[in-house]
Structures are given as structure tokens and as C-alpha cells.
């Protein structure tokens, strides 16, 4: 029999086992998706309220760049803010986080209802994405707490997976409000709203958690101010990844993946409006949908390539994957774009989940939020500096032969990073199983 099928079975079946038998790992699951499922309401309802809503004149790709670009104050204080996720109880963040992004959601929609400016919506929305991300990176740091090492993987796969799920059915939800509702400011306020039902059921989820078991169990700078470690949060993160190779290496492939994909966001929406009928909608959705298929085939695969190969070798073949994948782009065809998409979620999500497990299985405890923080911000710097550079070059058609040829090649830079940052080792994954 194939040790690696039996591996991979014997994970999960470890994995279901813990499920049913631990009240943490389940109640988690349930923060988790509902929280999600906020985030798909939300996000489905902006895009809606903002873009189409016939009320408003903005310009998709106008939008689409002011939403990148609203990602950076977030993303350069998230660091700092994770330095709270190692100093308060991660119970309290997640019910907390939850209470103040139902109350944001509501400023919203109070915002869309009354006509106000693009600007200040969209100023409004970075305060929930805020929240939302705290939120993340609270569930992500608090996940070893009640999770066993051995099936961390395979958690995290189905996590994801299940997670990537709900944010599709809250865009579901969201669009079927919006049907019964209407279109215009008001009817997209009301579909707003329904995110913050979500959020308080999220929050009253969490409440359910015994204090102080999710961690931290020794909270980060004691003996100063939460002030002091906020201030301090960016160093101690830096600092626990430079010491950590898995990590720095990992993170190295997040970064990668994510500046390619912010080039490959942007080429799409151009070649979309260019090419397609309306305003490119149904391919966008085409394209995206089969960039959550990709993640959800990585659910699957990213477990058995790491316990038969080691997470290092996992993101080597993945990044390869992603270069030879890039290069579909340069056909400019929708089944071209369709088909890079689905394996660009592959390695996207592969790359995310490898990342975790390395902050969740190599990373202390007590600087784990400050490091998740740091691979948020990672992810939205990446994004966004590669959508407005792609925003300054590419032409009216989106059809750029330079820019995929780059993004191919960004992404073999990252397989000699993740080489030459985590060298080969002798001894064995700590998340892979023994020979």
C-alpha cells in the first residue's frame, strides 16, 4: 500500500476523531466559517453597492485600484497590532473583533445609504478589512491551541477549504438580498446589513470559549504597556522570522505568489472590460471561480505532497508550477485565462497553507500573532505594489506579453529564494510523517 495514501487517511481520520471529541476545535471551525461568511456578505454587498449599483458612476478599475490601495495603512500597522494577539486573550480578540466590525459594517451601510462619496465608503470598508483581518490572524494563531501538530495540515486544508466555501455562500446571500431589495443606494445598504447579523452571531461563538484557552499561554513583553508592545510588535515579528527558515521561506512564496497575482488581478479586469460583453463581469466571475476551484483541489493535494515530500520540496514544485502556469496567459484567450486560474489557485493555496502550518508548528507561541500580522501584510504590500505598477503599464487591451514573461519569471525567483533561505536538511519535516 502507498504510505502516503495511508498517511494521508490516517491524518484525516485522526483529524475527524479530534473534531467530534475536542469542543475547541469545532467551536473554532464555527468562528471560523461564520466569520467568513461575513466577509463574503461584506464583500459581495460593496462590490454591488459600489461598482454596480446604478446610482453611482465609478469606474471598475478606478475601484478595483482604490480598494488595493486602501489595503496599505492596514497593512503596515498590522504588524503592530498583532503584538495584541500575544498580549491579550485570543478569546476576547475574537469576540471583540467580531463586535466592532458589526458595528463598522453598520457605518457602512449608513455611508451607501446616504449617497455619500466612493472616497469615504471605501475608507469605511478599510476599517472592516482591518477588523476582519484581526480576526483572521486571531483564529490562525489560536488554531495550535486546540488542534494536535500531527493533523495541523490537513486542519488548516480543510479549514481553508470550508472557509473559501462560505465566502462564496455570503456572496450567495448577498446577491439574493440585493434581488429582493433592489440595486440602488438603499437596497445596497439593507444587503449590507446582513453582515452584521453575521458578525454578532460570530462574536457570540467565540464568547463560548473558556478564557485563556486559546492562548497566548505566556503573553509576549510582559512587564510593559500594550502601548510599549504594539510599538515593538513589527521587531519581534521581523526577528522570530529571520530566525526561522521554514517561516522566512515560506512567507518568501507567499510574497512571490502574491506579487504575481496582484499583476494577473489587474490584466484581468483590462482584459475583461476589453474583450467581453458588458462590463467583463461574467469573466471576471469565470476566472475567479476557477481560482477557488484551484484552492479547493490544493485542500486535497497540499497534505499528501507535504507528508511524502516535506513542506520546502512542496513549495519548490508549486512556485515551478506557478512559472509554467503564467505563461498560459500569453495565449490572451478566456480558456487560456481559465485554465492559468485554476492552477494559480492551486499554488496560491498551497503556498498559504504551508505558510501556516510553518507559523503555527515553527513559530513560539508567544510572538505567533505578531507573525501571522506580519504575513498579512505581506500579502496586501505585495498585492498592491503590483497592481499599481501593472496599473501604469499595461495598455487598453490588457494583452501584455512583457508582463506575463515577468510574472513567470518572479515566480522562478522564488524557487531559488525558497532554496537558498531554507537549504536542504537531513532530518525530517516535523509535520511530514517518519520513514
Not at 116 to 141: H, N, Q
Not at 294 to 301: E, K, L, M, N, S
Not at 408 to 415: A, E, I, M, N, Q
Request: proline fraction near 4%; charged fraction near 10%; glycine fraction near 10%.
Amino acid at each position: 500500500m502507498n504510505p502516503t495514501a495511508t498517511h494521508g487517511a490516517s491524518s484525516w481520520k485522526t483529524f475527524t476523531h479530534s473534531l467530534h471529541h475536542s469542543p475547541g476545535l469545532s467551536r473554532l471551525l464555527a468562528v471560523r466559517l461564520t466569520s467568513q461568511l461575513t466577509d463574503g456578505v461584506f464583500q459581495a454587498a460593496l462590490i454591488g453597492g459600489v461598482l454596480f449599483n446604478p446610482e453611482r458612476h465609478a469606474d471598475p478599475l478606478a475601484a478595483a485600484l482604490g480598494f488595493a490601495v486602501l489595503l496599505l495603512p492596514y497593512s503596515v500597522l498590522g504588524p503592530f497590532a498583532g503584538a495584541l494577539l500575544d498580549r491579550w486573550d485570543r478569546r476576547s480578540v475574537l469576540l471583540w473583533a467580531n463586535v466592532i466590525r458589526a458595528v463598522l459594517i453598520g457605518l457602512v451601510a449608513i455611508a451607501i445609504a446616504t449617497g455619500s462619496p466612493d472616497t469615504l465608503v471605501l475608507i469605511s470598508a478599510l476599517a472592516v478589512t482591518g477588523a476582519s483581518r484581526f480576526v483572521a490572524s486571531g483564529l490562525s494563531a489560536s488554531l495550535p491551541h486546540v488542534a494536535h501538530r500531527e493533523v495541523i495540515v490537513a486542519v488548516n486544508a480543510l479549514f481553508t477549504t470550508l472557509g473559501g466555501a462560505m465566502l462564496s455562500v455570503g456572496a450567495g446571500i448577498a446577491f439574493g438580498v440585493r434581488y429582493l431589495v433592489g440595486t440602488g443606494n438603499v437596497g445596497s445598504a439593507e444587503t449590507t446589513l446582513a453582515g452584521v447579523l453575521i458578525a454578532l452571531i460570530a462574536a457570540i461563538i467565540a464568547r463560548g470559549f473558556p478564557p485563556r484557552l486559546l492562548g497566548p499561554d505566556q503573553p509576549d513583553d510582559i512587564g510593559h504597556s500594550a502601548l510599549h508592545a504594539v510599538a515593538v510588535g513589527f521587531g519581534h515579528g521581523t526577528r522570530a522570522i529571520v530566525h526561522c527558515k521554514p517561516a522566512a521561506a515560506a512567507l518568501s512564496a507567499i510574497g512571490v505568489h502574491r506579487l504575481v497575482f496582484g499583476l494577473n488581478t489587474l490584466m484581468l479586469f483590462v482584459f475583461a472590460r476589453h474583450t467581453g460583453q458588458g462590463d467583463g463581469l461574467a469573466t471576471i466571475s469565470l476566472v475567479l471561480g476557477l481560482v477557488a476551484a484551484g484552492a479547493f483541489v490544493a485542500a486535497f493535494t497540499t497534505p499528501l505532497s507535504v507528508a511524502r515530500f516535506g513542506r520546502r520540496t512542496t513549495l519548490i514544485a508549486t512556485l515551478a508550477l506557478g512559472a509554467a502556469a503564467e505563461l498560459i496567459l500569453l495565449t490572451f484567450t478566456v480558456p487560456g485565462f481559465c485554465v492559468a486560474a485554476l492552477l494559480l489557485g492551486l499554488v496560491g493555496q498551497t503556498t498559504k497553507l504551508c505558510g501556516d502550518v510553518a507559523m503555527q508548528v515553527d513559530i513560539g507561541d508567544s510572538v505567533r500573532g505578531q507573525v501571522f500580522s506580519a504575513q498579512d501584510a505581506l500579502f496586501n504590500i505585495a498585492y498592491v505594489i503590483a497592481m499599481v505598477i501593472t496599473a501604469l503599464v499595461i495598455g487598453p487591451t490588457g494583452r501584455s506579453v512583457a508582463l506575463v514573461i515577468i510574472g513567470s519569471l518572479v515566480y522562478v525567483c522564488g524557487v531559488f529564494a525558497v532554496r537558498a533561505i531554507q537549504p536542504a536538511v537531513s532530518h525530517r519535516d516535523p509535520v511530514a510523517p517518519s520513514s
